[in-house]
């Protein structure tokens, strides 16, 4: 049996194990593409291989890290669902991300900080695609939100258009 072929098995029983419809089938593979993307992604800043490198952004990602990791053991433990694991990470994930835009717009250590604040945009836009994905109910919109109120407020302290 090849590894790929053992890969699939085992993904196959871990979704029967944790889903009983094609919804919730649906949800376990949005949240665990969610957990890896955030995991390499977070791992690539670390190593230094995107996003700033400094104290106060690598250390709002470290918590982003660690948030979700708790989260899917949590959900591994059977404590949480995916919407709440989801949920969980995505509120947090805001939090850095408006600290992140504090940082960068209020020290503009980074020559390149615009361009880090509309990278975060990006990835909001993509996590909110992923809870609707996984169809999380509210979240989508409380995500939205708190990343549009962050924008403006950083918008509004650069003096740029938002």
């Known amino acids: ?24 089938h649906q949800q376990v593979i949005v949240y ?11 791992l690539m800043q670390f190593l230094g291989m995107g996003g700033s490198q400094h ?9 982003h890290l660690a948030v979700c990791i708790v989260a899917f ?10 919407p709440q694991a989801m949920t969980i ?11 992140r835009y504090f940082y960068l717009s209020t020290t503009q250590a980074d020559p390149d900080y615009l ?8 990835t909001t836009v ?7 994905m996984a169809f999380v109910r509210y979240t989508p919109f409380v995500v939205a939100f708190l990343s549009l109120v962050s924008y403006a407020l950083t918008a509004s302290y650069l003096h740029i258009p938002s």
């Open 1 to 24: 049996m090849t590894i790929s072929m053992k890969f699939k098995k085992l993904l196959h029983d871990f979704l029967r194990t944790r889903a009983s419809n094609d919804i919730e």
């Open 89 to 99: 990470v995505a509120i947090v994930s805001q939090g850095c991300v408006a600290l």
């Open 55 to 63: 104290t106060i952004p690598l250390m709002a990602s470290g918590l």
């Open 126 to 132: 993509l996590a909110i695609f992923f809870l609707v």
């Open 115 to 122: 361009l880090f604040i509309m990278g975060q945009q990006m």
């Open 32 to 42: 665990l593409l969610h957990v890896v993307l955030i995991v390499v992604s977070v």
């Open 73 to 82: 053991a949590l959900y591994l433990a059977r404590r949480l669902t995916v």
